[in-house]
């Protein structure tokens, strides 16, 4: 979605109207900075200038810190990061993500899905990026994807975490999405509208995932910061994340396997 501000080169040609596009572009710049690191001002107006066209860094610089991407020390010297920036990307393709069904823990990969998981790591390659290692989703279509992507990369460590799990369909599981979607009444093509519904204890709610990704986010905080990390979760639970970092989430589904750099500002962590 970002691509549509950028030229050629990667920098930001436009300040957009849209307050959804705005975060866009703050989330893009934001990555442009490293976390452990302090930075003057002038350092910050330096690599504005190096990622933009239009030239109106100090409205980027200000826009950064009032919408909490940085923070500014009572000088005004100092400038810092106060957001976390993680890459995350859904697991590979299984059998039941191609029928259109919810799938069942075990589900398992299909031979696209192996493809996709290497084609990610053949991505992060071309790019110049690394990871230390990868964190991902005990569900054993999450934790294949993952071995495939270690592999690739030279054989990077796996840790599982059971917090990056689907959101639990319950009964659900196995059923065909449309009759879900029939069942509670939801737009399948809107998504902020389905994470807003009250399930009745039926499916685990957006709260409830929430719950569990802010525990992730501030246990490992830290960790997240100081090391390059990859995670590896699933559709849903992408979601509740994008709309936890942002107040919304994209409608179209999370590819398969395909990485997205997500901005987690300050807010989440309170």
Request: aromatic residues 10%; proline residues 1%; glycine residues 6%.
């Amino acid at each position: 979605m970002i691509n549509r501000f950028l030229d050629t080169d990667g920098c930001v040609t436009v300040w957009p109207k849209k307050q959804s596009d705005k975060v866009l572009v703050l989330d893009y710049l934001a990555t442009k900075f490293d976390a452990n690191k302090t930075y003057t001002e002038l350092e910050v107006n330096e690599i504005l200038k190096l990622w933009h066209t239009f030239s109106d860094w100090p409205l980027l610089r200000r826009e950064l810190v009032d919408r909490g991407y940085m923070q500014r020390d009572r000088s005004g010297y100092e400038y810092k990061l106060s957001c976390l920036v993680i890459n995350i990307a859904r697991h590979g393709q299984t059998d039941d993500n191609l029928a259109g069904i919810i799938s069942y823990p075990q589900a398992k990969l299909t031979d696209k899905g192996v493809q996709q998981a290497i084609e990610l790591a053949r991505d992060v390659k071309e790019k110049g990026q690394d990871f230390d290692y990868i964190i991902c989703s005990p569900i054993a279509r999450a934790v294949a994807t993952a071995e495939i992507i270690a592999q690739q990369l030279g054989g990077k460590k796996i840790y599982q975490d059971k917090r990056l799990v689907e959101g639990d369909f319950k009964k659900w599981e196995g059923r065909s999405i449309e009759e879900l979607d029939r069942y509670f009444g939801s737009d399948k093509l809107d998504w902020n509208a389905y994470l807003d519904l009250d399930f009745g204890g039926e499916i685990e709610s957006y709260v409830d995932t929430s719950m569990r990704l802010r525990s992730f986010l501030f246990e490992r905080r830290d960790e997240l910061c100081n090391n390059r990390v990859l995670l590896i979760s699933h559709n849903q639970t992408i979601k509740c994340l994008q709309k936890m970092a942002y107040g919304f989430c994209d409608n179209e589904n999370i590819n398969n396997s395909q990485l997205y750099t997500m901005v987690v500002r300050e807010r989440v962590f309170r």
